[in-house]
């Protein structure tokens, strides 16, 4: 049976704790996970022994070495989680490259016509073009994870709370641009129940591009294998 998530670039985000990484544990392996966040205790070992953990001070030059890496890798699933930690080390890494390690941390803590957020965004956009281009040639799923917040958007007659990820606007810009698929996970009814929404709706973001999906929204089994499995079965063409 085809895998019709095989080979997509997929943006996930979702609240603390909702279960995003267990449900990234459960994509098909060989798996590389590149790993921003500590947490990874119950990791499958076929995890464990492929993950790189990421540090804050050597955390964005680690990861560009990482991308090398695997263009010689036999990965099926390339995990970065979480990709905020990421975009910080990224920003601090091109400023500190701009103005030098006294200078200003962030673009928005200088007046210099835009220069500092453009060195950024060409900075993070060159590399995570590499990460998706390497991908495509080995073939691999990307999966970036995100946390999620609530923003006020103003609506055509009223503000509404929307759930969208984390990452500050010019890395959704960025980020957001690529994805075959943007999912939100989510708590359900029961404290016991998540459910993966799929397709774009007003309160929520997320979206596919897929033309097969059948699905707005599914129930998740806790075990991340299975779970991986319904998803992959909800954009099976019917015919397959």
Request: glycine share 8%; hydrophobic share 35%.
């Amino acid at each position: 049976m085809t895998d019709p998530l095989q080979g997509a670039i997929i943006f996930l985000h979702g609240f603390n704790k909702v279960g995003k990484t267990n449900l990234a544990y459960g994509f098909p392996q060989p798996m590389r996970f590149l790993a921003t966040e500590r947490g990874h205790k119950w990791a499958p070992e076929s995890v464990k022994k492929r993950m790189i953990s990421l540090k804050p001070d050597t955390g964005w030059a680690d990861f560009q070495k990482a991308i090398t890496k695997l263009k010689t890798s036999k990965a099926k699933t390339v995990v970065v989680d979480t990709i905020d930690n990421l975009y910080r080390w990224a920003v601090h890494s091109v400023m500190e490259k701009k103005h030098g390690p006294n200078g200003p941390k962030h673009p928005g803590d200088i007046e210099d016509f835009g220069a500092s957020w453009d060195a950024c965004r060409v900075g993070f956009n060159r590399v995570f073009s590499k990460l998706g281009g390497v991908c495509e040639d080995i073939g691999a799923t990307l999966l970036i994870v995100s946390h999620s917040t609530y923003r006020t958007i103003d609506g055509l007659d009223s503000k509404y709370d929307k759930v969208m990820t984390s990452l500050p606007g010019q890395a959704q810009d960025i980020l957001l641009a690529e994805p075959d698929e943007i999912w939100h996970m989510g708590f359900g009814a029961d404290p016991e129940e998540r459910i993966l929404y799929l397709m774009g709706r007003e309160a929520i973001q997320c979206g596919s591009r897929s033309p097969h999906l059948m699905k707005k929204q599914l129930s998740l089994p806790r075990d991340p294998v299975k779970a991986y499995r319904m998803i992959a079965k909800a954009y099976m063409h019917k015919e397959q």
